[in-house]
C-alpha cells in the first residue's frame, strides 16, 4: 500500500479536510501543470481513494506520484460538478483527461435584418438582431442550404452596399435564383412571405409551407392571375423535389444528433451526424488524446452499485468501456459550447446524470437512445462506418507521417529515442521585388505541423531585396533569447533548423550560431536540385558535412519538402496580407471619422473599391456627394 508520508504532509492535510459534498478537483505537477480533472459526488472520499491505494505501476500510480498540489470548488449538485469539470477540461487541457479540441468554429446560416433579408453565410459570435440556423458541421454544408433557399424562395445573397445600388436585376435574377427586390420586382410583404416560408423550411415545417402556396395558388387562379399562379407551381414544385430527397433519406425527425465512436490502435474517433429540420446537414470527425489514461483514471473514479445497478451503493464497481468513455467525455465537453438537440442517437450507452446535467443546463428535454430501431439504426449504422473510416485514415496518415519522421531521423543521423520529440523549425524569407520583406518560422514536432507555433517577423532596415540580411535579422531574433534561455536549462532548442536556400543562406545561419555559441551541426539548408526540379533538392550543412541527396522517393524527403512548402506558404501569406495593407492603407473606410454606411456606399459607387479610392486625390474624392474637401483630406491621409 502507497505510505501517506510519502505525500506532501500539507497535501495530505487538505485531503483530510475536503467535505463530503459534491465538487470539482483538480491535480497539479511540481511545474504547475494540470494533471488531471476530476468531478465527485462526495469530494473527500473520492480524492482519497487517489492517496490511500497502491496503484503500482499503472499509468494512473505514475500520475498520483506526480501529485504536488491540488486545488477544490465545491458546488451545489452534480450537474453543476459535470458541467465545470468539462469547462475545466477544455480550459485547462489536463494531461490525463480525454480531451476533445476543436479549434474551428461552427458555421451558421444567418437571415440578415432588413426589409428585405439576405441569407448568408456566417462564423462567429450571434447577433440577436438577426437570425440564425445551426450550427452546420461544415461550411460546404451552410452553402448548400442557401442554394436550396435560393432555387425555391429566390432569396437574396448580396451584400447591402451592392443591393442598394444596383439599378437593374443581376444574374441570378435572370436563373431564378432571386426575386429582384433591388429594383422593385417584388414587394416587401411578398418577400417577407418568402422569408417566413424559408425559416418554416429550415425548421423542418414542409407541410405547413406547401399548404400556404397551394391556397395562394388556387386564390391566383379564382382571379385569372395565372401567371403569378404558375410561378407558385413552379415554387412547390422546387420544393416538393427537395423534400422528397430529403425524405427518403431521413424519415421522420426534425432535430437529432448521430453519434458513433470507434476505437482502434490507441487511438478513437468519434463521428457526429447532424438533422436540423427534418434535413441530414452532413457528419463531422472528432479525434480526442490522452485515451490511454481514460480506463484506469474511470476504474478509480468509479463507484460501488447497488443490487438495481444504482451508484453509491456497497456492491461491485461499475466499470465502463474504453469506447462509452470517449462517447461520455464528448457529449460532455462538446455540448457546453453548441445547442443540445432533443434526441441524441448513440453507438454506446450515456449516463444518465450527464443527460440530467444537460437538460438542467440547457432547460430543454433530451433524450440518449442507444439501440434506435428502423430509420435511426440506419443513421447509426451510417454513422459507424464513418467513423470508421475516419479513424482508419488517421491512422495510415499518422502511421506515413511517423514512417517520414524515422527515415529523416536515420538519413541525418539523429540518434533520438523518441521520435515525437524531434523539432524542426524552418526559416523562409518572402518578398516582392524588395517590398514588404516578411520571414516565417514554421515548427513540425510529435510527428506534425504545429501551426499554433509559427510566427512571421517583420524585417525591416536592411537593402531591398537582400535576402541574406534577412535571414541573418530573423535567426538572430530567433535564437538571441532561446539560447541564453537553454544553457539555463529553460527552453529547448530545435533539433534540426531549415533553411530554404543553398550554401549562401546557410553561411549567413552559421556566422549568426557562431555568434550565439549554437551547435552549427543543427543547421541545413534545402538547395535546389540541377534544373531546380522537385524531388532532386539537396541538404547543405553548416558543420562542414558533405551535402546529401536524399532521393526522389526518399520519404525524408518528402518530409523535408513538406516543411519546406509549409514555410513557403506561410511566408508567401504573410507577405501579401503586408503588401495589401501598406498599398491599400492600414485603415478602413468605416475606421474614419464621418464615414458611415451612405457615405461609403456614396464613395464604393464612384470609384469601384478601396483600392481606387486610395488611388484618388483629395480633389476627386470631394466630388462625392457628401463629402465635404475637408472629410476629402481626412480619407486621403488615412488611406496613405
Known amino acids: 500500500m502507497t505510505k501517506i508520508h510519502e505525500f506532501d504532509p500539507q497535501l495530505l492535510s487538505e485531503v483530510a479536510a475536503l467535505p463530503a459534498m459534491p465538487g470539482v478537483y483538480r491535480y497539479f505537477d511540481a511545474e504547475g501543470g494540470v494533471l488531471y480533472v476530476g468531478k465527485a459526488r462526495n469530494l473527500k472520499k473520492r480524492v482519497s481513494n487517489y492517496f490511500q491505494k497502491n496503484h503500482g505501476g499503472t499509468r494512473i500510480g505514475h500520475m498520483v506520484t506526480k501529485i504536488v498540489r491540488m486545488e477544490t470548488t465545491v458546488v451545489r449538485s452534480e450537474a453543476e460538478a459535470l458541467l465545470l469539470e468539462n469547462n475545466l477540461i477544455k480550459t485547462l ?13 461552427y458555421p451558421y446560416l444567418k437571415l440578415a435584418s432588413h426589409t428585405f433579408a439576405r ?34 424562395f429566390r432569396l437574396r445573397t448580396c451584400e447591402d452596399t451592392v443591393f442598394n445600388n444596383r439599378t437593374r436585376p443581376c444574374l441570378l435574377y435572370q436563373i431564378k435564383r432571386c426575386s429582384a427586390p433591388c429594383v422593385g420586382h417584388i414587394t416587401p410583404e411578398q418577400y417577407a412571405q418568402d422569408v417566413a416560408n424559408a425559416e418554416k423550411f429550415l425548421q423542418g ?8 402556396l397551394e391556397q395562394q ?11 403569378q399562379a404558375a410561378e407558385l407551381r413552379n415554387q412547390m414544385s422546387a420544393l416538393s423535389k427537395v423534400l422528397h430527397q430529403q425524405s427518403m433519406e431521413i424519415g421522420g425527425d426534425k432535430d437529432v444528433d448521430i453519434l458513433a465512436v470507434k476505437v482502434q490502435g490507441g487511438k478513437a474517433c468519434v463521428n457526429l451526424a447532424m438533422v436540423r429540420g427534418g434535413r441530414h446537414l452532413g457528419d463531422r470527425p472528432y479525434f480526442p488524446t490522452h485515451i490511454e489514461n481514460a480506463v484506469d483514471v474511470a476504474e478509480l473514479d468509479a463507484e460501488p452499485v447497488d443490487a438495481a445497478g444504482a451508484a453509491g451503493g456497497a456492491g461491485a464497481i461499475k ?47 433530451i433524450a440518449a437512445i442507444h439501440q434506435p430501431r428502423e430509420q435511426r439504426r440506419i443513421w447509426l449504422e451510417m454513422a459507424e462506418k464513418n467513423a470508421s473510416l ?14 517520414r519522421t524515422r527515415a529523416l531521423a536515420e538519413a541525418l ?73 537553454a544553457r539555463n536549462n529553460e527552453a529547448k532548442l530545435p533539433d534540426l533548423v531549415l533553411v530554404d536556400g543553398g550554401k549562401g543562406q546557410v553561411s549567413m545561419a552559421r556566422e549568426v550560431f557562431e555568434e550565439l555559441g549554437l551547435d552549427l551541426g543543427l543547421i541545413a539548408g534545402v538547395e535546389k536540385g540541377e534544373g531546380r526540379k522537385v524531388g532532386l533538392e539537396e541538404l547543405v550543412f553548416a558543420d562542414g558535412r558533405e551535402k546529401i541527396y536524399l532521393g526522389r522517393d526518399s520519404a525524408a524527403l518528402m518530409l523535408i519538402a513538406q516543411i519546406r512548402d509549409e514555410a513557403h506558404r506561410f511566408a508567401i501569406t504573410g507577405m501579401r496580407a503586408k503588401r495589401a495593407k501598406v498599398r491599400v492603407g492600414a485603415s478602413k473606410l468605416e475606421d474614419i471619422e464621418g464615414i458611415g454606411p451612405k457615405r461609403r456606399a456614396s ?3 464612384r470609384f469601384g473599391g478601396i483600392r481606387a479610392i486610395a488611388s484618388a486625390s483629395a480633389e476627386d474624392i470631394a466630388t462625392v456627394d457628401g463629402i465635404s474637401r475637408e472629410l476629402a483630406e481626412e480619407i486621403y491621409r488615412a488611406l496613405h
Open 390 to 403: 475516419q479513424l482508419a485514415r488517421l491512422l495510415s496518415e499518422q502511421g506515413s507521417q511517423q514512417a
Open 205 to 212: 415545417e414542409t407541410q405547413e409551407i406547401l399548404n400556404g
Open 413 to 485: 543521423d539523429l540518434k533520438m529515442e523518441d521520435l515525437a520529440a524531434l523539432r524542426i523549425e524552418c526559416f523562409d524569407i518572402s518578398h516582392t521585388a524588395g517590398e514588404s520583406t516578411q520571414a516565417s518560422c514554421v515548427v513540425f514536432h510529435d510527428h506534425k505541423m504545429q501551426s499554433a507555433e509559427y510566427r512571421r517577423y517583420n524585417i525591416e532596415g536592411i537593402t531591398p531585396g537582400d535576402d541574406y540580411a534577412a535571414m541573418r535579422q530573423v535567426l538572430t531574433r530567433r535564437y538571441s533569447k532561446l539560447a541564453e534561455a
Open 217 to 227: 395558388m388556387l386564390q391566383h387562379a379564382d382571379r385569372l392571375e395565372f401567371e
Open 119 to 152: 441569407v448568408a453565410y456566417y462564423r462567429g459570435a450571434v447577433e440577436k438582431k438577426h437570425r440564425y440556423f445551426g450550427p452546420y458541421p461544415s461550411a460546404w454544408a451552410v452553402k448548400e442550404s442557401i442554394l436550396l433557399l435560393q432555387k425555391v
Open 319 to 365: 466499470t465502463k468501456t474504453l469506447e462509452a468513455l470517449v462517447l461520455e467525455a464528448f457529449i460532455a465537453q462538446h455540448y457546453i459550447d453548441v445547442p443540445v438537440p432533443p434526441t441524441l442517437v448513440c453507438s454506446e450507452p450515456v449516463d444518465k446524470e450527464l443527460i440530467a446535467a444537460l437538460m438542467a443546463q440547457t432547460g430543454n428535454r
Open 603 to 605: 464613395l464604393l459607387q
Open 93 to 105: 487541457n489536463p494531461r490525463f483527461n480525454i480531451l476533445f479540441r476543436d479549434d474551428k468554429s
